[in-house]
């Protein structure tokens, strides 16, 4: 495991390298959620890596973790930016030629986009967990939530832990974009049909912050390349509340892969 960073435009991102420097096939690239960053993957990457015999890289995206701060407000279009301006960057930064995307919620939504305008053929394949694709009512009333956590509760001493300094950065920039008037309509449904590498979505049964729709309509949108499960008894974070399932169905989809 070797922790390091690297600069994309002038900002310094933090990434780890895990599993075997010398494993053969596509790098996992652990792509983490809205309030993710590369700690709060906690053992999951190290895991699905042994797993499957192959390396990974994770790595937290601006505003959080031990990267650099970010500019705020994030525009509604944050995640577009991510998927087609910085992803690219770490991807030749990091030496990546071949590519399996593994991302969770804001993460998923970014493997999605980015695999849609993927024209050199360096993602093989994405694994999305608990991904949206469009506003819902019951994210809306998730996110309301964990504003009154963060700001009454302990939610900020908690996520404090993982992202330092960067903590106000990391929650406001997610938690005011999702909630502005301007997210309402914001949809990637159009990008899914130019996705053609097969695709793993999975969401847990009673996710806390998107309903089984999101599921048929990613599948429904990519299409004879997509497959899905939904995980019993389980939230927003499959890898985390139902590691031994997650870590099989993505080892039972990739496997004919690599």
């Known amino acids: 495991m070797v922790e390091d960073y690297m600069v994309i435009d002038g900002t310094r991102l933090e990434y780890r390298w895990v599993?075997?420097?010398e494993a053969e096939g596509p790098v996992l690239v652990f792509l983490h959620e809205g309030l993710g960053c590369v700690a709060l993957w906690r053992g999951?990457?190290?895991v699905l890596c042994q797993a499957l015999g192959l390396r990974g890289i994770v790595y937290s995206r601006a505003g959080y973790g031990r990267s650099d701060a970010c500019a705020l407000p994030r525009p509604p279009t944050y995640l577009h930016a991510e998927a087609l301006e910085v992803l690219p960057r770490v991807l030749d930064r990091a030496g990546v030629q071949e590519a399996v995307l593994i991302g969770h919620s804001d993460g998923g939504s970014i493997a999605l986009i980015h695999a849609s305008a993927d024209a050199a053929g360096r993602v093989k394949?994405?694994?999305t967990l608990a991904?949206?694709?469009?506003?819902?009512e019951?994210?809306?009333?998730?996110?309301?939530?964990?504003?009154?956590?963060?700001?009454t509760g302990d939610l900020r001493d908690r996520l404090e832990k993982y992202h330092g300094a960067n903590v106000d950065c990391a929650f406001y920039g997610w938690n005011d974009t999702w909630l502005s008037a301007?997210?309402?309509?914001w949809n990637l449904e159009a990008f899914l049909p130019d996705i053609e590498v097969p695709?793993?979505?999975l969401q847990g049964a009673e996710d806390q912050y998107g309903t089984p729709f999101q599921v048929a309509a990613i599948v429904a949108g990519i299409g004879f390349s997509a497959s899905s499960a939904l995980i019993p008894d389980c939230g927003h974070a499959p890898h985390?509340?139902?590691?031994e399932v997650t870590v099989a169905l993505i080892r039972e989809f990739l496997q004919p892969l690599i």
Not at 131 to 136: D, K, L, M, T, Y
Not at 240 to 243: R, T, Y
């Open 138 to 151: 019951l994210s809306i009333q998730g996110i309301r939530e964990a504003r009154e956590a963060f700001e």
């Open 44 to 46: 999951f990457p190290e």
């Open 131 to 136: 991904a949206h694709v469009f506003n819902e």
């Open 125 to 127: 394949a994405i694994v």
């Open 182 to 185: 301007g997210f309402r309509d």
């Open 19 to 21: 599993g075997e420097a």
């Open 240 to 243: 985390l509340e139902q590691p």
């Open 199 to 201: 695709a793993l979505i």
